[in-house]
């Protein structure tokens, strides 16, 4: 079945680790997305991209780091994890033109 | 710059009573609009968008440009309403930004 989707579902790690966030859709979407929501706050773009070999960061800086080398998979990597990066990560992506967002079911991510 | 404020964050109405979620947007040019709902441990998802002018389980919202506005409305509530409806605004530049979000109770 066509569809979006993220692991782990929930990671708790301690800081300093390296982590990557896995992400992968089967809809053949060019373009995707990653967005960091906390608790009861709105989602904020951390990092897009619309198609292969292209990455753009987002309205909200972020020390993660995004690889688009497959149309189907785009990663999320924190090369150094802190408490403050304590979130959840939302992945989506969509098709081309102006198509709303698929979301996957998120990465809530705990460092300790 | 584009921004989306959803005013309330927290909204309880009883089930058969009209329910209303505002949403207003900052946005110089001309935005695209979305309401995107998150039920009890399900994901994210598009509920309705302006271009489309449609109901969508029983939903509608109207684009305001003169207030910039476009909030959702539903006559009467049910208790599968219940949910995170999130208003968001898509710009020129295709990115699209989010409220932070109303979580409605209906109460039964």
């Known amino acids: 079945e066509a569809d979006i989707y993220q692991t782990p579902r929930y990671l708790v790690i301690g800081t300093g680790k390296k982590i990557t966030l896995e992400c992968s859709q089967t809809m053949g979407h060019d373009k995707m997305y990653w967005y960091q929501q906390d608790p009861g706050m709105e989602l904020h773009l951390i990092h897009y991209?619309?198609?292969?070999?292209?990455?753009e960061k987002g309205d909200l800086s972020s020390e993660s780091t995004v690889s688009r080398i497959r149309t189907e998979h785009f990663p999320l990597t924190l090369e150094s994890a802190r408490p403050s990066h304590t979130s959840q990560y939302l992945c989506a992506s969509s098709a081309r033109g102006n198509s709303p967002l698929h979301f996957g079911n998120g990465t809530r991510l705990t460092v300790t | 710059a584009q921004r989306v404020t959803q005013p309330e964050k927290l909204l309880s109405v009883f089930k058969g009573a009209p329910v209303e979620l505002k949403c207003n947007y900052s946005?110089?040019?001309?935005?695209?609009l979305f309401w995107y709902v998150q039920y009890s441990r399900q994901r994210l998802q598009l509920l309705l968008r302006?271009?489309s002018r449609e109901s969508i389980k029983g939903f509608t919202a109207d684009l305001n440009k003169g207030e910039t506005s476009f909030h959702l409305k539903k006559p009467f509530a049910q208790e599968e309403d219940s949910a995170m409806y999130y208003c968001a605004l898509r710009g020129g530049n295709n990115r699209l930004a989010f409220g932070k979000g109303n979580q409605v109770v209906v109460i039964p």
């Open positions: 302006h271009i």
């Open positions: 991209s619309y198609g292969v070999n292209s990455t």
């Open positions: 946005y110089s040019g001309s935005p695209e």
